[in-house]
């Protein structure tokens, strides 16, 4: 009898608990969560090279959190969604290193134009 009753009261739980669970609503939320992402990440990659420093630290400041957020719930990731996440990261790695590039220009622009000011003194 007591097993009736305990099984009358954890029975709705348990469902409940699998439901939530199983939800396919979890999965295609962290998905879109993930495609949003790419999209940001698809604009601003592609941005990248022509912003200044401050501008790129702070994108790459807000990239960095929302990496925090996303990667919290990589749990619920199947195998395709975690080969999308390591594109949309190579994709940033990618431009990261495109303003890496473009600031070793620029130094070297300024050293250029610093010893031509001191010949010319």
């Known amino acids: 009898m ?3 009753s305990n099984l009358k009261m954890w029975l709705p739980v348990l469902l409940c ?16 969560d993930l495609s949003d992402f790419s999209n940001w990440v698809n604009q ?12 790129w630290e702070e994108l790459n400041t807000e990239y960095e959190n929302r990496v925090s957020e996303l990667e919290a719930e990589s749990d619920k990731w199947d195998d395709q969604t975690r080969q999308q996440w390591e594109g949309i990261k190579a994709k940033w790695a990618e431009a990261e290193q495109q303003v890496k590039q473009k600031d070793q220009r620029v130094e070297a622009v300024d050293a250029d ?7 010319e003194e």
């Open 17 to 32: 608990t699998c439901l939530i669970a199983c939800d396919p609503n979890t999965k295609q939320e962290a998905s879109r």
């Open 113 to 119: 134009l610093d010893m031509d000011t001191v010949k």
């Open 44 to 55: 601003n990659a592609e941005r990248a090279p022509m912003l200044t420093n401050e501008e």
């Open 2 to 4: 007591k097993f009736i």
